[in-house]
C-alpha cells in the first residue's frame, strides 16, 4: 500500500485548505482511511476517518464542525477539507490506511487501526 499527499500549504487564520491522499496497491483489507497530524514537539493526533465502503464519517473533536472528510473511490482518493483554520492547526498532516495490527487509534466513536502512512503535508496557518 502506497500513500501519497498532496494539498498543504500555509493559509492565514480563517482560511481553507483540501487535502488529498491516493493510494495504490493491495487495499483490499484497509476499511477505514485516516487523516491525522502532527505538531513538533506534540504526539500524533487523530483528525477524521472514513469508511471505505460506506462513506461513513468519524472526526476528532478538533475537527468537528471546521473539516470534512471524504472520498473518491473511482480515483482512489481521499480528502480533507479544512476551513476556519486557526494557528493551533499548524501541523505535518498524514494520510493513513487502515492495516489489521496497526497502532490503534480512536477518532470519535470509531477505534481501529492504522498500519500504512504517507509521507506527509504541511499545513502551516499564520
Known amino acids: 500500500v502506497q500513500l501519497v499527499e498532496s494539498g498543504g500549504g500555509s493559509v492565514q487564520a480563517g482560511g481553507s485548505l483540501r487535502l488529498s491522499c491516493t493510494s495504490s496497491?493491495?487495499?483490499?483489507?484497509?476499511?477505514?482511511m485516516g487523516w491525522f497530524r502532527q505538531a513538533p514537539g506534540r504526539e500524533r493526533e487523530g483528525v477524521a476517518a472514513?469508511?471505505?465502503?460506506?462513506?461513513?464519517?468519524y472526526y476528532a473533536d478538533i475537527a468537528k464542525g471546521r473539516f470534512t472528510i471524504s472520498q473518491d473511490n473511482a480515483r482512489n482518493t481521499v480528502y480533507l477539507q479544512m476551513t476556519s483554520l486557526k494557528p493551533e492547526d499548524t501541523a505535518m498532516y498524514y494520510c493513513?490506511?487502515?492495516?489489521?495490527?496497526?497502532?490503534?487509534?480512536?477518532?470519535?466513536?470509531?477505534?481501529?487501526?492504522?498500519?500504512?502512512w504517507g509521507q506527509g503535508t504541511q499545513v502551516t496557518v499564520s
Open positions: 496497491g493491495n487495499m483490499r483489507s484497509s476499511h477505514y
Open positions: 472514513i469508511y471505505r465502503s460506506g462513506s461513513t464519517a
Open positions: 493513513a490506511a487502515h492495516e489489521a495490527g496497526g497502532t490503534w487509534y480512536r477518532l470519535g466513536p470509531l477505534r481501529t487501526q492504522f498500519g500504512y
